[in-house]
């Protein structure tokens, strides 16, 4: 079965930064899209940023100049690098992506979440 699996997250203070990695549980699977998401407590789970097939990006405007996402194909990982960060930031962060395997396409696969505080 596919899963996506996360790593990165932890403790840093305004103005630090981190680097998230979300990558599928066998060599078999690839990624064709991908995005990040994130949900603070009491909030909508929200698109952060999204990468293609292609490698175009979107961001939202929150973290525009700020956070970069990233792939490396033969890696089947995807990142996101995260700069000049803000206690606004603070949220589990959730991997999101279409997958295929042996012409077999998964589509909304979600990653288990890893937890962002960003706090002095």
């Known amino acids: 079965q596919v899963q996506l699996v996360e790593s990165g997250g932890g403790l840093v203070q305004p103005g630090g930064s981190l680097r998230l990695s979300c990558t599928t549980s066998?060599?078999?699977?690839?990624?064709?899209?991908m995005g990040w998401y994130r949900q603070a407590p009491g909030k909508q789970r929200e698109l952060v940023a999204g990468i293609s097939s292609g490698g175009s990006t979107n961001y939202a405007d929150s973290v525009k100049g700020r956070f970069t996402i990233s792939r490396d194909n033969a890696k089947n990982t995807v990142y996101l690098q995260m700069n000049s960060l803000k206690p606004e930031d603070t949220a589990v962060y959730y991997c999101n992506a279409d997958i295929t395997s042996a012409s077999v396409r998964y589509h909304n696969v979600w990653g288990q979440g890893t937890q962002v505080t960003v706090s002095s």
């Open positions: 066998g060599s078999m699977f690839s990624i064709i899209s």
